[in-house]
């Protein structure tokens, strides 16, 4: 099993994105999330986890819902602790205005 460092991007979101989905049959660990304004305006940032399971299938957990975003602002909304995301478990993002997005993610552990 190799453990691989990675970072997930996506510039300019505006609508619901999938930032980053687990691989099949591997667990990650979410090390980072960070949210970054680039408006000229005050924007709302939601983030859920979606829990691909079979039992109980895409349940959704917000880890910030509606969050204020002021403009050149960054919302660290993973930092310090670890999120583990099973296979096909998924991390969205949605915004009001323009926001760049990036994970950092410890792949197959």
Known sequence: MANDFKNAHKQ????????????VDKT????????ANVTSGIVSVT???????????????????TAPLPTGGTLQVVSGQ???LEAEDKVQVM???????????????
Request: charged share 20%; with cysteine.
């Open 82 to 84: 670890k999120l583990i």
């Open 28 to 35: 990650s660990i979410l090390l980072e999330l960070d949210v």
């Open 47 to 65: 983030v859920t986890v979606t829990d691909h399971d079979a039992s109980t299938p895409d349940t959704q957990t917000h880890l910030v819902k």
């Open 95 to 109: 915004t009001t205005g323009a926001c760049d997005v990036v994970a950092s993610v410890l792949e197959d552990v």
């Open 12 to 23: 300019g979101v505006t609508t619901i994105t999938d930032v980053y989905i687990a691989p």
